[in-house]
């Protein structure tokens, strides 16, 4: 199983980056998947799901109406596309994916999760 993250980097305040997450060695469409966020010297934090339908999202309050995650069926690839970009949203951004037989389940705690990508680094400067 491999969730390749990718899509980081180091961008102003107000921009926006679009990571992605491509997943091998599993069936896609039996995943919710998730993003997690980890900045130095605090603990991973969620940051948003989508369930295996795709019909479902949740956002953690702090990324409401700036980020938005989706997911490609075709290509086994999970979206996290994030606008209004703050020096707080500075972190290593990971994906994760969760095996459900719930369509509509979503899960943000991140011992729920079965498989975690490596992650990749987000640097939002001032």
């Known amino acids: 199983v491999q969730l390749q993250a990718s899509g980081g980097g180091l961008v102003q305040a107000g921009g926006s980056l679009r990571l992605s997450c491509a997943a091998s060695g599993i069936t896609f469409s039996s995943y919710a998947m998730g993003w997690f966020r980890q900045a130095p010297g605090k603990e991973r934090e969620f940051v948003a799901a989508?369930?295996?339908?795709?019909?479902?999202?949740y956002y953690a309050d702090s990324v409401k109406g700036r980020f938005t995650i989706s997911r490609d069926y075709a290509k086994n690839t999970v979206y996290l596309q994030m606008n209004s970009l703050r020096p707080e949203d500075t972190a290593v951004y990971y994906c994760a994916a969760d095996r459900t037989n719930d369509q509509r389940s979503i899960h943000t705690r991140s011992y729920e999760y079965d498989y975690w990508g490596q992650g990749t680094q987000v640097t939002v400067s001032s």
């Open positions: 989508i369930s295996r339908s795709g019909g479902r999202t």
